[in-house]
Nanobody, 114 residues
Framework: QVQFVESGGGLVQPGGSLRLSCEVS????????MAWFRQAPGKEREFVAE???????NYRDSVKGRFTISRDNAKNMVYLQMNDLKPEDTGVYYC????????WGQGTQVIVSS
């Protein structure tokens, strides 16, 4: 059974940083592309970043240069380092495959506010 457990969210002031973690229970993790998504209040869930099995990554334009996705294939973990956070980054953050194939985890809430 595929399972995602996200953690690391919290309340942070604009300009601050957070590091999100996602523990992934899935077969063949090391050959799967993994992604982070977020959902702001009253909005659709949106793609944030993805990490291919090797080095390649992709980001939505609004987070480029501020967010870094990484993964540890030995631990089945995906991370999202978020720097220079802005109020518009507020939302619940989730991990999944880029195609959103699997059931969603509970997510981790990020609130950027002064």
């Amino acid at each position: 059974q595929v399972q995602f457990v996200e953690s690391g969210g919290g309340l942070v002031q604009p300009g601050g940083s957070l590091r999100l973690s996602c523990e992934v229970s899935i077969s063949h993790f090391n050959i799967r592309t993994m992604a982070w998504f977020r959902q702001a209040p009253g909005k659709e869930r949106e793609f944030v970043a993805e990490a291919m099995p090797q080095i390649s990554t992709n980001y939505r334009d609004s987070v480029k240069g501020r967010f870094t996705i990484s993964r540890d294939n030995a631990k089945n973990m995906v991370y999202l380092q978020m720097n220079d956070l802005k109020p518009e980054d507020t939302g619940v953050y989730y991990c999944n495959s880029p195609a959103q194939t699997f059931p969603w985890g509970q997510g981790t809430q990020v609130i950027v506010s002064s």
